[in-house]
């Protein structure tokens, strides 16, 4: 008998919607996920650490990935900025038994849903409106405004894909989100 193809969950949403938060929610309420870590070229923030956060590697070394066939997916994000999934880090995630959860870009996360991986979730997060946006990228204080007009371009853009996955979620208020994304994602693990 054949074991069953391994689960994964995808969140996606433009910068600031929140997905990084819900996906925080999810892998403390529920002990079978796993992060899936994300390679990137992009520099650490201040709180982050290589191999919790993100791998980081310079674009020389993400370019060498890439032609090795290491990485599952992967998309530049922005000019010069690399973001892509290992390989070895799904791997290393089913081989233990969990089922992974991406928190990653919306054309990363298009790509991996286009790819007709068996037994995926798949949820957009998105703001009611890009001026709510505009105020939770300026909230987290780490954005420059040229940055930040930047993100929020991309976001309109962005949003265009919201279609291509499973679940939509609006996300202006938290507990409502949480609770959202907790029916989705234990209806899909009961599976």
Same mark, same amino acid.
């Given at each position: 008998?054949?074991?069953? =193809?391994?689960?994964?969950?995808? /969140?996606?949403?433009?910068?600031?919607? #929140?997905?990084?938060? %819900?996906? @925080?929610?999810? &892998?403390?309420?529920?002990?079978?996920?796993?992060?899936?870590?994300?390679?990137?070229?992009?520099?650490?923030?201040?709180?982050?650490?290589?191999?919790?956060?993100?791998?980081?590697?310079?674009?020389?070394?993400?370019?060498?990935?890439?032609?090795?066939?290491?990485?599952?997916?992967?998309?530049?994000?922005?000019?010069?900025?690399?973001?892509?999934?290992?390989?070895?880090?799904?791997?290393?995630?089913? =081989?233990?038994?969990?089922?992974? /959860?991406?928190?990653?870009?919306?054309? #990363?996360?298009?790509? %991996?849903? @286009?790819?007709? &991986?068996?037994?995926?979730?798949?949820?957009?997060?998105?703001?009611?409106?890009?001026?709510?946006?505009?105020?939770?990228?300026?909230?987290?204080?780490?954005?420059?405004?040229?940055?930040?007009?930047?993100?929020?371009?991309?976001?309109?853009?962005?949003?265009?894909?919201?279609?291509?996955?499973?679940?939509?979620?609006?996300?202006?208020?938290?507990?409502?989100?949480?609770?959202?994304?907790?029916?989705?994602?234990?209806?899909?693990?009961?599976?």
């Amino acid at each position: 008998m054949q074991s069953p =193809s391994p689960k994964i969950i995808i /969140l996606t949403a433009p910068s600031g919607s #929140g997905k990084t938060t %819900l996906a @925080q929610y999810l &892998l403390a309420k529920y002990p079978e996920l796993d992060f899936s870590v994300s390679a990137t070229t992009r520099a650490p923030r201040q709180h982050e650490a290589n191999g919790i956060n993100y791998y980081f590697y310079n674009e020389n070394e993400f370019q060498q990935l890439i032609s090795e066939g290491k990485l599952l997916e992967y998309q530049e994000v922005y000019p010069g900025q690399f973001y892509g999934t290992l390989n070895a880090e799904v791997d290393r995630i089913c =081989s233990a038994g969990k089922t992974a /959860l991406f928190d990653i870009d919306v054309k #990363g996360a298009y790509n %991996l849903e @286009q790819s007709n &991986l068996p037994n995926v979730l798949s949820v957009y997060i998105k703001t009611s409106s890009l001026d709510v946006l505009r105020q939770r990228l300026i909230a987290r204080g780490t954005e420059s405004s040229e940055s930040i007009e930047k993100r929020l371009f991309k976001a309109k853009e962005e949003l265009e894909y919201a279609k291509y996955f499973d679940y939509v979620i609006t996300n202006d208020r938290l507990e409502l989100a949480q609770k959202m994304i907790s029916v989705l994602v234990e209806d899909f693990l009961a599976r």
